[in-house]
């Protein structure tokens, strides 16, 4: 078990405690500072039908295969991939009418769109051999979601009236942006796979950092500002679907 499985030594932990990582599915193991790591482990194996049941509960993975389906800025999107095109990537949209309420800056967009119920009919059309696929959709993902989030960034820190030194993406699994001292701003690349107004609201988060490094009150009334609109929705579904993301492009 010892394989799947962070043992944790905790100052302040009381008792042993397992958890699960909803972004990883591995287990944590937190003990008391002189708590036996062999009576910690044996604990552990004992509560090993916990332990499954809590990974039971988990998001399923969303591989970059030919046909699946993943979820591209809010939208059930298809990989459409034949070994005859070229490697270049492509995102086919189709025209067509969008209800009111799902319009992307549209307030409750983010309340109502749930993870695999997009409407499925956009295709992400590649080619090239099928070794590698995976790595190259991951790679185009990421490049669309730099470009698109230092857009949203600058646009958000011309009307805070404020300078950002650098923005970058990473994966992070704890948090979603992040705004240093310096005024780089660090995002996860998964933000491409949320709706719109939740990748803006966290952007919009970010950029209010510029103003007020902290989450007084005049942050957040700066951050509301900066969106135009509440930023409750947003927040309230990346608490709901953010595991979701994490299982993107994994598994399979």
């Given at each position: 078990?010892?394989?799947?499985?962070?043992?944790?030594?905790?100052?302040?932990?009381?008792?042993?405690?397992?958890?699960v990582?909803?972004?990883?599915?591995?287990?944590r193991?937190?003990?008391p500072?002189?708590?036996?790591?062999k009576?910690a482990?044996?604990?552990a194996?004992?509560?090993?039908?916990?332990i499954?049941?809590?990974?039971?509960?988990?998001?399923?993975?969303?591989p970059?295969?030919?046909?699946?389906?993943?979820?591209?800025?809010?939208?059930?999107?298809?990989?459409?991939?034949?070994?005859?095109?070229s490697?270049?990537?492509?995102?086919i949209?189709?025209?067509?009418p969008?209800?009111?309420s799902?319009?992307?800056?549209?307030?409750?967009?983010?309340?109502?769109?749930?993870?695999?119920?997009?409407?499925?009919?956009?295709?992400?059309?590649?080619?090239?051999p099928?070794?590698?696929?995976?790595?190259r959709?991951?790679?185009?993902l990421?490049?669309?979601?730099?470009?698109?989030?230092?857009?949203e960034?600058?646009?958000?820190?011309?009307?805070?009236?404020?300078?950002?030194?650098?923005v970058?993406?990473?994966?992070?699994?704890?948090?979603w942006?992040?705004?240093?001292?310096?005024?780089?701003?660090?995002?996860s690349?998964?933000?491409?796979?949320?709706p719109?107004?939740?990748?803006?609201?966290?952007?919009?988060?970010?950029?209010?950092?510029?103003?007020?490094?902290?989450?007084?009150p005049?942050?957040?009334?700066?951050?509301?500002?900066?969106?135009?609109?509440?930023?409750?929705?947003?927040?309230?579904?990346?608490?709901?679907?953010?595991?979701t993301?994490?299982?993107?492009?994994?598994?399979g």
């Amino acid at each position: 078990m010892t394989g799947d499985l962070d043992v944790v030594r905790h100052a302040r932990a009381r008792r042993m405690r397992l958890s699960v990582d909803p972004a990883s599915g591995r287990v944590r193991l937190t003990i008391p500072p002189r708590a036996s790591l062999k009576q910690a482990m044996a604990w552990a194996n004992d509560h090993r039908g916990w332990i499954e049941a809590q990974r039971a509960k988990l998001p399923q993975g969303q591989p970059f295969l030919p046909d699946a389906i993943i979820p591209i800025e809010g939208e059930d999107v298809v990989i459409d991939w034949s070994p005859e095109r070229s490697r270049t990537i492509t995102l086919i949209r189709h025209a067509g009418p969008v209800p009111a309420s799902t319009e992307p800056h549209d307030p409750g967009f983010a309340a109502l769109w749930t993870p695999a119920q997009g409407r499925g009919d956009e295709r992400l059309v590649c080619g090239g051999p099928l070794e590698g696929l995976s790595r190259r959709i991951e790679t185009w993902l990421k490049r669309r979601a730099l470009a698109l989030l230092s857009e949203e960034t600058a646009e958000f820190a011309a009307k805070a009236g404020v300078t950002v030194s650098r923005v970058t993406v990473a994966d992070p699994k704890g948090r979603w942006g992040s705004c240093a001292s310096t005024g780089a701003i660090r995002y996860s690349w998964r933000l491409i796979c949320a709706p719109p107004n939740v990748r803006r609201s966290t952007v919009a988060h970010e950029v209010a950092h510029r103003l007020h490094m902290d989450h007084s009150p005049a942050f957040h009334a700066a951050y509301r500002q900066l969106l135009g609109s509440d930023p409750a929705p947003a927040r309230a579904w990346l608490r709901r679907h953010g595991a979701t993301l994490h299982w993107v492009g994994r598994g399979g």
